[in-house]
T-cell receptor
């Protein structure tokens, strides 16, 4: 069965620090990979996604993620975080066979950015 | 444009009761998915519906059921509530079932006492 593991439950950074959130998945076939973000008081929204092609994908608000197939990883990065990046971040995966609505989520990483 | 709307926003029930949660997708979206999010965990897939047909089901007991209406809105029903059903129930919509980008509602917070 597919599963997603996020290594950090809570990360605390100061503004301008660099961010990397780890995500590993288990699934042997073709996968689509996502990062969703939930800002305080708001609904889940898509940050970025990977389907195929360039393994380095860029999303909104300066975020990027790198797909490393050999490591089954899809880590999220941002060079310099802002206070407004405080949110919960979820890595998600689905099987690449038309399973668009069926996402498997990790347990989430809460990011707190200190001004 | 209105996003995905869910009702009610909060609900308190007792064990053994049943509950109905409602979801209206974004206009033009024909696929609706339901997720359960227990505190401290990521959302867990329950159902996906498209054109009133069930397209996928997660690992949930038969106490959970859902349906989709001709206007693409959807209901999630849970019978014989257990304490462990306390969670945030999220609805997500997309234009088609194969679409990879889901649009989530704010959820219904269900508390079972």
């Amino acid at each position: 069965a597919q599963s997603v593991s996020q290594h950090n439950h809570h990360v605390i950074l100061s503004e301008a620090a660099s961010l990397e959130l780890g995500c590993n998945y288990s699934y042997g076939g073709t996968v689509n990979l996502f990062w969703y973000v939930q800002y305080p008081g708001q609904h889940l929204q898509l940050l970025l996604k990977y389907f195929s092609g360039d393994p380095l994908v860029k999303g909104i608000k300066g975020f990027e993620a790198e797909f490393i197939k050999s490591k089954f990883s899809f880590n999220l990065r941002k060079p310099s975080v802002q206070w407004s990046d405080t949110a919960e971040y979820f890595c998600a995966v689905n099987a690449g066979d038309n399973q668009g609505g069926k996402l498997i989520f990790g347990q989430g990483t809460e990011l707190s950015v200190k001004p | 444009d209105a996003g995905v709307t869910q009702s009610p926003t909060h609900l308190i029930k007792t064990r053994g009761q049943h509950v109905t949660l409602r979801c209206s997708p974004i206009s033009g979206h024909k696929s609706v998915s339901w997720y359960q999010q227990v505190l401290g965990q990521g959302p867990q897939f329950i159902f996906q519906y498209y054109e009133k047909e069930e397209r996928g089901r997660g690992n949930f007991p038969d106490r959970f059921s859902a349906r989709q209406f001709p206007n693409y809105s959807s209901e999630l029903n849970v019978n014989a509530l257990l304490l462990g059903d306390s969670a945030l129930y999220l609805c997500a919509s997309s234009p088609l079932p194969g679409e990879e980008k889901l649009f989530f509602g704010s959820g219904t917070q269900l508390s079972v006492l």
